[in-house]
């Protein structure tokens, strides 16, 4: 072996599932404030579809954490 | 306190832990598991099942009695049910479904309440455990929600209707279908009901895990091995504060994102989506 990478890997790819969502959640919200600001009178409308899309977003992120635990320690 | 302190000693002693050697160890994956209160032949009738059967009574029997006798001008626990039941309504069904929604919204309120509660019993103290992050929980709502939608659309649309319109959405280049198609199959049929269920599941799992280190870092830096270490102990307590009221936030935005894909996936099934 060259290289071997031992202990929690299971960490390691919650770190690396984390990525993505952490951009688009960020992305989501970050539109979802222009928004807002633009167009306040529509905020429980777009208060909706912020809250429909980060849970969609974050949910990749949490599949992430529980599959170590999944797959056994 | 003593509540407090007998959890930390099962957190510390019982299952996620090895050994019994002391120092700090971090509750794992034996948090969720419970030992039977009682069985029945081979049956074991654990705390998380306890904790769902108080859920749906009080659930049940708060819708119950207030629309036992309904009047006119509403009062009392009819005037709080009225308005729960009108929040679903307006804000979940109708505005994704539309008025022909109005069949739906008493599945769409069990849903929304028996979720909520389950939830809620992971701050409640004594119960202090949420329900749905056993896996078991979301997977059967999610699979009623399946067996709901599918065989809704297939009625609606027609089989081959069904799955002409969710694998080859119109009004796209002819060289995109063979890709797309099998995307559309899988990440409808299979994924749909997958994350639907684990979303739920892994919000709560990942809640209480948190909420469970963090108290028991402020009780093992504080009470049990009280040191130089004890501002540890002092951060733990403090987040264990923050996690709880932001779990109060997460319990109640996951039901209401659980009903309203609910409602999305109903409404996708009465017409095609495009």
């Known amino acids: 072996m060259l290289a071997e990478v031992t202990g929690s890997v299971g960490s390691i790819g919650y770190g690396l599932s984390a990525i993505g969502p952490g951009v688009g959640i960020g992305i989501i919200f970050g539109m979802g404030v222009q928004a807002i600001a633009r167009q306040p009178e529509a905020y429980n409308l777009i208060r909706q579809n912020m809250l429909l899309g980060f849970a969609l977003a974050e949910a990749l992120a949490l599949i992430g954490l529980v599959m170590p635990f999944v797959f056994g320690p | ?274």
């Open chain 2, 1 to 274: 306190m003593s509540a407090l302190s007998m959890s930390a000693e099962v957190w510390a002693t019982e299952g996620g832990t090895e050994g019994g050697e002391s120092g700090f160890h971090a509750p794992g994956l034996g948090l969720f598991e419970w030992k039977p209160l009682f069985e029945i032949g081979p049956f074991g009738f654990t705390k998380p099942m306890l904790l769902a059967v108080i859920v749906t009574v009080l659930v049940v029997g708060f819708f119950w009695a207030a629309f036992r006798r309904p009047q006119l001008v509403p009062r009392g626990a009819q005037n709080v049910g009225e308005v729960l039941y009108g929040f679903v309504r307006d804000d979940i069904a109708r505005s994704v479904i539309g008025k022909k929604g109005d069949t739906y919204v008493p599945l769409l309120v069990t849903l929304f309440f028996l979720i909520w509660i389950m939830n809620l019993m992971s701050i409640v103290p004594v119960a202090q455990f949420p329900v749905t992050s056993r896996i078991g929980f979301p997977a059967a709502m999610a699979a009623i929600v399946y067996l709901i939608w599918v065989p809704l659309g297939i009625s609606r649309q027609g089989l081959g209707g069904f799955f002409k319109n969710m694998m080859f959405p119109p009004g796209l280049p002819s060289w995109i279908y063979p890709i797309l198609a099998p995307i559309e199959l899988v990440s409808n049929m299979f994924v749909r009901p997958f994350t639907h269920a684990v979303r739920l599941f892994a919000n709560m799992f990942a809640g209480h895990l948190l909420i469970a280190l963090f108290s028991v870092a402020a009780w093992y830096f504080l009470v049990e091995n009280f040191g130089g270490l004890f501002f540890v102990g002092i951060l733990g307590f403090l987040m264990a504060v923050v996690m709880t009221g932001f779990e109060l936030l997460i319990q109640a935005l996951q039901a209401f994102i659980f009903t309203l894909l609910t409602a999305v996936y109903i409404s996708g099934a009465l017409e095609a989506e495009h």
